[in-house]
């Protein structure tokens, strides 16, 4: 079939639009990773935007991978993103499950009120009061439970689910399953792309949180990897637990590698996970989205 001037001309610019938009992605990311592996002297006399090594030494990644609070922060955030996540999807599946369903009580009010959420807050007070007053204060459950469901997730599985045939939920009640068994057996089985979608949205959530650590977490072997990336570069704090020794004026000299090279070390392992599940991006969000 032949394509009008119109439709090629829209191609084009879409073409060029996108090659835009990668570019502003991919300038920044490339700063950060050349300047981690650069020469801190040519470093310092290079102005702008660093888009190729000036020299080459891994001391920033070795001075950063020296301070212990980073494998500390590791740890900790494996461990709010794992189980982060896996309670993440069973509560918003369970959600999305009952509010799916036709005929459930208050199905409407329900709704209303948790999209009322999405617009409106009690704000930060009230938020800080009610985490202290359950007991999750300086808890790793308090960076887990307060955002326990997404609504804006809720919504889009929810979606999904109501797109999923009614007849496959009514014969296995006719075989005598229970709504448990029907959720866990049948929706969820069929809803493998979408779950990777929210998962990973989920996991993103939980692998750069760190503002819920900074007012709820006292013990610093509780902090998330993010906070720990915070104090180096908001707080200048590059030697707390360093197991490497270097004078003030030495130290002051890596002081940018080291920033770099921990920013990277924080933002790698997110950007290995993506491959695996890009294959299912576009179609769980589509899923999700066909139906209104």
Not at 50 to 60: S, V
Not at 142 to 170: C, D, H, K, W, Y
Not at 228 to 237: F, K, M, Q
Request: proline share 4%.
């Amino acid at each position: 079939m032949k394509r009008s001037l119109g439709e090629r001309a829209f191609d084009a610019f879409n073409v060029l639009f996108l090659c835009g938009l990668s570019f502003l992605f991919i300038v920044p990311f490339a700063h950060i990773l050349f300047s981690s592996v650069s020469d801190p002297m040519r470093l310092m006399k290079t102005p702008g935007l660093i888009l190729w090594p000036h020299g080459f030494t891994l001391k920033g990644y070795l001075f950063a991978l020296s301070n212990r609070n980073i494998y500390t922060g590791y740890m900790n955030t494996l461990v709010y993103v794992t189980a982060g996540t896996a309670l993440n999807l069973l509560f918003t599946s369970m959600m999305a499950y009952v509010l799916s369903r036709k005929g459930v009580l208050l199905n409407n009010a329900m709704m209303f009120l948790l999209v009322f959420t999405m617009f409106f807050s009690g704000g930060l007070v009230p938020f800080y009061l009610v985490v202290r007053g359950i007991g999750l204060y300086d808890s790793r459950l308090a960076m887990i439970i307060p955002g326990l469901v997404s609504v804006m997730n809720m919504i889009i599985m929810r979606t999904s689910f109501q797109g999923i045939p009614e007849s496959l939920a009514e014969s296995a009640k006719m075989d005598g399953a229970g709504n448990w068994t029907i959720l866990f057996r049948i929706i969820l089985p069929v809803s493998k792309a979408l779950l990777s979608v929210i998962g990973l949205f989920y996991a993103v959530g939980h692998w750069n949180a760190w503002f819920n650590g900074s007012i709820f977490l006292r013990d610093r072997n509780k902090f998330p990897l993010q906070l720990i990336l915070r104090e180096i570069l908001v707080i200048d704090d590059v030697t707390a637990k360093s197991d490497i020794l270097l004078d003030g004026s030495e130290m002051d000299f890596y002081r940018p590698l080291v920033k770099f090279a921990t920013t990277m070390i924080a933002t790698l392992p997110i950007l290995f996970i993506y491959p695996f599940i890009q294959k299912n991006f576009t179609q769980g969000v589509m899923i999700g989205s066909i139906k209104g």
